[in-house]
């Protein structure tokens, strides 16, 4: 099992604004103005990482909007208040640490 405040202690040395926040009981990382590259292009929006089960999916990656020609089926999530988007992206296990997770997620929009 991975300890919350560690692994999100990791995950802040690589985003200094992230926030650890709750959804009910389990942990979820904002991390605000996140750049990434999506569909050969570099985006830069918040994303919300569940690292415990979402949705029928063991991890989840949230993302403030869509994103066009990449990733399947998104749909409208609720999370902490704000309304996210999701694809289908699935088997991101939960014993990987946050940074891995978060990685692992982000192929899904490559």
């Known amino acids: 099992m991975i300890d919350a405040e560690s692994a999100f202690a990791t ?14 009981s389990k942990p979820v990382v904002l991390l ?20 415990s089960e ?3 999916y063991v991890t989840r990656l949230f993302f403030e909007r869509k994103i066009d020609g990449k990733g399947a089926n998104w749909r409208e ?7 996210w988007w999701a694809p289908s ?3 991101v296990k ?8 978060l ?3 982000l192929r899904a929009v490559a």
């Open 11 to 24: 995950l802040k040395a690589m985003h200094p604004t992230a926030v650890l926040l709750r959804e009910g």
């Open 32 to 51: 605000p103005k996140f750049s990434f590259v999506a569909n050969g292009k570099g985006v830069i929006m918040d994303l919300l990482l569940h690292p």
């Open 54 to 56: 979402h949705s029928s």
């Open 77 to 83: 999530h609720r999370v902490v208040d704000r309304n």
């Open 89 to 91: 992206w699935k088997d």
């Open 94 to 101: 939960p014993d990987m640490p946050w940074t891995a997770m």
């Open 103 to 105: 990685c692992e997620h």
